[in-house]
């Protein structure tokens, strides 16, 4: 386990075996959470190299839909 001290401004250096072991590159997003009056934790956003992939898949759709039917479903809702 390793310890850091909080500054004068509230920050954190977070040590550097942590960092290496985990791959914490400087400009990441970190979350702090309370747990309880003795505990915090920091969880990391990992930025994700391709997001549309995430969300349309690995290989795209076969289906092809025309600007007319995606018009009309739109209009319809």
């Known amino acids: 386990m390793s310890r850091t001290k909080v500054t004068s401004k509230f920050q954190l250096t977070i040590p550097k075996e942590i960092r290496e072991q985990i791959d914490l ?3 990441e997003v970190v979350e702090v ?3 309880d009056e003795e505990g915090i ?3 990391r956003f990992r930025k994700i190299k391709n997001p ?3 969300l349309i898949g690995e290989t795209a759709s076969k289906r092809h839909v ?3 039917e995606l018009e009309e479903k739109a209009e319809s809702r």
Do not use: F, N, T, Y
Request: cysteine-free; aromatic content about 0%; hydrophobic content about 55%.
């Open 25 to 27: 590159r400087a400009g």
């Open 33 to 35: 959470q309370i747990l």
């Open 41 to 43: 934790v920091i969880k």
């Open 52 to 54: 549309l992939k995430v």
């Open 66 to 68: 025309s600007i007319e």
